[in-house]
């Protein structure tokens, strides 16, 4: 699919499809209105906030939103907002942006590019701050999205609940949003929808997987311990680092051997920490793994089997019962993010309708994570839906695809978003999907 697109693009222009005379209207609107968003994408970009700390970013969104006719409750779940706009009797439909960056430094060498220094939430301080994931379009398209709604009001019946939620970047938002009242101080929806910036997609184009989208993420750290000594007396003591050595060997089996292949996962140790000098044998290792799946059954094989290899390995090293390695599993994990598939359904025609089925088109789920997923994962079992929008200037899409390079990921200091289309399609594909959601029963 990927391949077609490209050769939809490779002059540089990206080549629509037909959408509907109504969709036609929507989308002049949007581009009539685009030089508003326009100065709040700048001034979001400009001053970008760490994860809980995104207090002015907050205000700004909660002002925008009043503006429009939203009642906008801010502070919920730290730093978060959200917006109520009820329409008369129908559903009530929940749209979701992230508001916080990422401590990193931008070289994208945009003139508009964040020069933002501020502190975490843990008190590290001078930290460079960048919305390197896409937060700020994000932002702005949910801004957007509720300007042309807000318009639109003889076209919808229903409720519309837009947060801002915090900390996306910790996997702890939504969290603290859902535990701070989110559905039980405001209206709870019946739907879900939340949209993502793609850097590997070209602007202009909607992408989406029904079903498994993203991944459980877990973080699991192992505290090796052992007998120390003299590095030229190994038989004296019990070294962490090799046993350490033989437990990272042995956790990839649990993907090899005890998953399902046609079950994803992933088992990464992306540290391993021991020792200070060149002949001292150390008393201590640590390992810090990143541990993705899709379903619960195989997060609790692989986070179970972690333990027992772990454990075990110590044992056959002869380690006694009081040395043996821990293992923790942080408890705020991001579970898996399930795409309700008749929403999907229902939400894709809409888009297609509105911006033309040939930029419209499924993707492969990935092993990357996001905390939109606990928004229907509560008792009530809110039918949800995260999609794809391309943010890749075309051109460059097609040119750095034809020389077989990579264009700069989410994260990176090098990302930089065609801003203007990726907002004006992102804003169309929202409106489309919630007057879809939201339509009004004729008379």
Request: net charge negative.
């Amino acid at each position: 699919m990927i391949m077609r697109i490209t050769l939809l693009i490779l002059s540089g222009t990206l080549l629509l499809g037909s959408p509907s005379q109504a969709g036609t209207e929507l989308r002049k609107a949007i581009e009539n209105d685009y030089a508003h968003l326009e100065a709040l994408y700048t001034h979001l970009h400009q001053n970008p906030e760490l994860s809980f700390q995104e207090v002015q970013t907050a205000k700004r969104i909660a002002s925008e939103l009043r503006a429009v006719g939203f009642d906008v409750t801010e502070g919920v779940g730290g730093t978060g907002l959200v917006a109520v706009m009820r329409n008369g009797q129908g559903p009530t439909l929940l749209l979701r942006t992230d508001l916080d960056a990422l401590p990193v430094k931008e070289q994208t060498g945009k003139p508009y590019a964040s020069l933002a220094i501020g502190n975490n939430h843990l008190g590290d301080e001078g930290l460079p701050i960048m919305h390197a994931c896409g937060h700020d379009v994000h932002m702005t398209s949910l801004v957007g999205t509720a300007r042309r709604l807000s318009s639109l009001k003889d076209k919808w019946a229903g409720t519309l609940v837009l947060i801002g939620q915090p900390a996306e970047e910790l996997g702890l938002g939504a969290s603290a949003m859902l535990d701070d009242g989110l559905y039980s101080r405001f209206p709870k929806p019946d739907y879900n929808l939340a949209m993502h910036v793609n850097a590997s997609q070209p602007a202009g184009t909607i992408s989406y997987t029904s079903g498994y989208a993203l991944a459980n993420v877990d973080s699991v750290d192992i505290e090796i311990k052992g007998v120390g000594g003299h590095g030229a007396y190994p038989h004296t003591t019990k070294d962490p680092i090799v046993l350490g050595a033989y437990i990272v060997t042995a956790l990839q089996t649990l993907v090899s051997r005890e998953i399902d292949p046609q079950a994803p996962a992933v088992i990464t140790i992306g540290s391993f920490h021991a020792g200070s000098k060149h002949n001292i044998i150390s008393n201590r290792a640590h390992l810090k793994l990143t541990v993705r799946s899709y379903s619960d059954e195989v997060r609790d094989t692989l986070l179970n089997g972690i333990r027992r290899i772990a454990k075990n390995q110590a044992r056959a090293f002869g380690l006694p019962e009081d040395l043996l390695p821990v293992v923790e599993m942080e408890p705020n994990y991001t579970p898996a993010t399930f795409n309700t598939p008749a929403l999907v359904e229902r939400v894709v025609g809409a888009i297609k309708a509105e911006i033309g089925a040939k930029n419209v088109f499924a993707k492969a789920a990935v092993m990357g994570g996001e905390d939109f997923s606990q928004y229907g994962r509560t008792a009530d079992k809110i039918p949800s839906f995260i999609f794809w929008a391309g943010a890749v200037d075309p051109q460059v899409y097609a040119q750095t695809k034809e020389a077989g390079e990579a264009l700069p990921s989410l994260h990176s200091s090098l990302f930089a978003p065609d801003a203007q289309r990726t907002i004006i399609t992102s804003v169309e594909a929202m409106s489309a999907a919630a007057l879809d959601l939201l339509e009004k029963a004729n008379d």
